[in-house]
């Protein structure tokens, strides 16, 4: 394909470009394409000052660019060092390999590497009733029934045994199941604010009611609470916010072959994050179908930043609603800039106009502009990670509330028996 009209003697200058998501969308074979994307009018601006046409050229292995075992180079980079290409026509990463076969021009843009994946979304949960507690306390609840349904079956049986001389055999059994059937309801009666007819009238039966009457109360209130807050307050839990905690997940990452994130994570240290990621990679050059399976939720996306806020921009463009969150920042920003041969002479042109079109902002408005919604899907993500401090409630957070108890039932005692001694 070629671009700009020509004014000065031929051959045109040939640029070597590839699918960028985001910046550049190439359709087509590599033989018959069409390209477009918001890196076209920066191309134009360029080929436009420095007076010249130029024919884009695409890869027959559609790579960027890696060293091979017997040191060549693919792609890009292997155009550029085999002298096939005048130049990069898409921004490519720089690193110490690249260097020593290329020349960088200009920096072009920074774009740290991020992971986006589709934001979950809140659904019926069945056993939403139990989460207030955590299994400690439910445990805890459960063992406390227990216990006080035997302690009032064990003191109503004591104290019915001195009555039982009195008694025939047949009203002692009676009598012993009628212990149990009040004290089943006294015990299960209370935690469900249910009221009984049937009031303890022994002493020891009261005290031991009444402490699991105030226990239930606490219980019961502090459960309503939380229970509400989390209804009212839906949270939801974002699937990973690191890369150590995608890797707690089986969610697959796509990733561009021979990427700066797929060159990054093959040279990553055994047993290092980004080493471990690889059984969970998807590594391909159908950026259409990566694109197609990141939307449908089927992987999670692995790329820079600013590719990742097109996705998202595309799919606000068609739902108007934000779909999709980008995790914490996983690499620093990485810097990117055209490519040419070791010694070009056109270096100094290209990157004298890159620069002046840097310093009046006009790089950033082309690259920019077109994925402001995009930003605000991921800005307002917030909203969604500030939620999600709500949490089943532990035994420690308790412990205020039975001290204020405590501490009245204390007062209350004191002004008792100072009542009694005063008297």
């Keep these: 394909m070629r671009l700009g009209v020509p004014r000065a003697s031929p ?3 040939r640029m070597a470009v590839l699918n960028w998501i985001g910046l550049l969308a190439l359709r087509g074979n590599p033989k018959n394409f069409t390209v477009s994307g918001p890196l076209l009018p920066l191309l134009d601006i360029m080929i436009e000052k420095m007076n010249v046409c130029v024919d884009l050229v695409v890869p027959s292995d559609l790579q960027y660019g890696t060293q091979l075992d017997n040191g060549s180079w693919t792609g890009i980079v292997g155009q550029l060092a085999s002298k096939k290409v005048d130049m990069s026509g898409v921004p490519v990463l720089i690193n110490t390999k690249r260097n020593k076969v290329v020349d960088p021009g200009f920096p072009v843009m920074g774009d740290p590497v991020s992971l986006s994946y589709i934001r979950p979304a809140q659904r019926a949960d069945l056993a939403g009733f139990v989460k207030p507690f955590t299994l400690q306390v ?30 025939s055999a047949k009203e002692s059994q009676a009598g012993k199941r009628e212990a149990l059937w009040a004290a089943l309801q006294w015990t299960v009666a209370a935690p469900l604010a249910q009221a009984w007819w049937r009031e303890p009238r022994e002493g020891q039966v009261r005290l031991l009611a009444g402490i699991w009457l105030l226990s239930s109360f606490v219980l019961a209130t502090v459960y309503r609470s939380n229970l509400k807050a989390m209804l009212i307050l839906p949270h939801f839990n974002l699937p990973f916010n690191s ?14 072959e021979s990427s700066v994130v797929h060159e990054s994570i093959k040279a990553s240290t055994p047993g290092t994050a980004l080493h471990r990621m690889k059984k969970q990679l998807i590594v391909h050059t159908e950026d259409q179908l990566a694109v197609k399976d990141f939307l449908e939720g089927k992987y999670a996306g692995m790329a820079g930043y600013y590719s990742l806020l097109t996705v998202v921009q595309f799919s606000f463009d068609k739902t108007k609603t934000c779909r999709y969150y980008v995790a914490d920042t ?11 041969p070791k010694g070009s002479k056109l270096k100094p042109k290209v990157d004298y106009i890159v620069s002046t079109l840097k310093d009046t902002g006009i790089v950033d408005h082309l690259l920019r502009t077109n994925v402001q919604e995009a930003k605000e899907c991921v800005q307002s993500q917030a909203s969604i990670t500030l939620d999600t401090t709500l949490r089943p409630l532990a035994l420690g957070d308790f412990f205020g509330v039975y001290f204020l108890y405590g501490a009245g039932i204390l007062t209350a005692i ?6 009694l001694c005063l008297r």
């Design 414 to 419: 004191f002004a008792f028996l100072m009542e």
């Design 243 to 256: 890369i150590d905690e995608f890797l707690q997940t089986d969610i697959k990452c796509f990733v561009v």
């Design 138 to 167: 439910w445990s805890s609840l459960l063992a406390g029934l227990v216990v006080v349904l035997v302690g009032l079956v064990v003191v109503q049986v004591s104290d019915a045994r001195l009555y039982e001389h009195n008694i």
């Design 330 to 340: 996983l690499f620093g920003s990485l810097t990117f800039s055209f490519l040419f």
């Design 11 to 13: 051959p045109c200058l």
